[in-house]
């Protein structure tokens, strides 16, 4: 007589007291982290973004301005010193050999003027560039974006396929340049990840991912703790003050003025100077 082998009944998982605990903890720290990246990138993205848009319309182009009579009272002092060593030496003063030295000198100072062009432009560029978001529409996008990044963040999930990491790419693209639709779609294709607790080990896995998740969260408030000290953030407080916007354009324009008379003395300067020489 044939005799039926039962199933095997499923082996049970015992799980460690502190499981919930510990399980309760990481999904806290995941929680944390998500608002804290979303406040990163909102500050890189958004928030300086903007604070150095109205601060470039502002005040931009009179501190372009600042700089540029800065550097060309550097450069005229610089070309009056050229000139008056040569004829210290007695040498013949060729002005085109001492403009090329002060082309090689002054490079640099150059390349930080077209760096200002450049943030002006940006500045131009986003102030150009469609209808601004409503209260609403920028809470609902902060909304939405901080739930693809509890699903999508590379960081806080390391098992993300290809397709997943490009689509969460998509999703900083598309915060980065408000595009609230895109956001709403990719949010509406997402949900959130459920941590596996029929794994053996489960609670060695929740302790690794304690730590690992502890350590990026120290990580990103020390970043986003480095961009509030930083240009742009730090003319937050200008930029929403018109009495601190008034006060730092009279600053730049008695500025402007002291550059302005020291090239008008240079440039005399360099013009009696080049009478002796001829």
Same mark, same amino acid.
């Given at each position: 007589?044939?005799?039926?082998?039962?199933?095997?009944p499923?082996k049970?998982v015992?799980?460690h007291p502190?499981?919930? =605990? *510990?399980q309760?903890?990481v999904a806290?720290i995941?929680?944390?982290?998500?608002m804290l990246?979303?406040?990163?990138?909102?500050?890189?993205?958004?928030?300086?973004?903007?604070?150095?848009?109205?601060?470039?319309?502002?005040?931009?182009?009179?501190?372009?301005k600042?700089?540029?009579?800065?550097?060309a009272? *550097?450069?005229?002092?610089?070309?009056?010193?050229?000139?008056q060593?040569?004829?210290?030496?007695q040498e013949?003063?060729?002005?085109s050999k001492?403009?090329?030295? &002060?082309?090689?000198?002054?490079a640099?100072?150059?390349?930080?003027?077209?760096?200002?062009?450049?943030k002006?432009?940006?500045a131009?560029?986003?102030?150009?560039?469609?209808?601004? *978001?409503?209260?609403?529409?920028?809470?609902?996008?902060?909304?939405?974006?901080?739930?693809?990044?509890?699903?999508?963040h590379?960081?806080l #999930?390391p098992?993300?396929?290809?397709?997943?990491?490009?689509?969460?790419?998509?999703?900083?693209e598309?915060?980065?340049?408000?595009?609230?639709?895109?956001?709403?779609?990719?949010?509406?294709?997402?949900s959130?990840?459920a941590?596996?607790? /029929?794994?053996s080990? +489960?609670?060695?896995?929740?302790?690794?991912?304690? !730590?690992r998740l502890? &350590?990026? *969260?120290?990580h990103?408030? =020390?970043?986003?703790? !480095?961009?509030?000290?930083?240009?742009?953030? /730090?003319?937050?407080?200008?930029?929403?003050?018109?009495?601190?916007?008034?006060?730092?354009? +009279?600053?730049? !324009?008695e500025?402007?003025q #002291?550059?302005g008379?020291?090239?008008a003395?240079? /440039?005399?300067?360099?013009?009696?100077l080049?009478k002796?020489?001829t």
């Open positions: 007589m044939n005799h039926q082998t039962p199933d095997t499923p049970l015992v799980l502190d499981f919930a =605990k *510990l309760a903890d806290k995941r929680i944390e982290l998500s990246v979303l406040e990163r990138d909102d500050l890189i993205f958004q928030e300086c973004k903007n604070i150095e848009m109205a601060y470039m319309l502002s005040l931009g182009a009179l501190e372009y600042v700089y540029e009579a800065e550097c009272a *550097l450069r005229l002092k610089r070309k009056a010193e050229l000139i060593a040569q004829q210290n030496r013949k003063v060729i002005l001492i403009e090329d030295t &002060l082309e090689r000198e002054f640099e100072y150059q390349a930080k003027l077209d760096k200002q062009i450049d002006m432009n940006a131009l560029d986003r102030n150009r560039h469609g209808e601004p *978001l409503t209260d609403a529409e920028s809470r609902e996008m902060k909304q939405l974006y901080r739930t693809i990044i509890k699903v999508l590379p960081d #999930n098992d993300l396929s290809a397709a997943q990491i490009q689509l969460f790419h998509r999703a900083v598309a915060y980065e340049h408000g595009a609230l639709n895109d956001l709403r779609i990719i949010s509406a294709m997402v959130e990840p941590t596996p607790v /029929t794994r080990d +489960a609670l060695a896995v929740l302790i690794k991912e304690k !730590e502890t &350590l990026l *969260l120290q990103v408030k =020390k970043i986003i703790t !480095e961009i509030k000290s930083q240009y742009p953030y /730090t003319m937050k407080a200008l930029v929403q003050s018109p009495e601190k916007t008034a006060a730092r354009k +009279a600053e730049l !324009e500025q402007l #002291n550059w008379e020291i090239v003395a240079y /440039t005399a300067r360099i013009e009696e080049c002796w020489a």
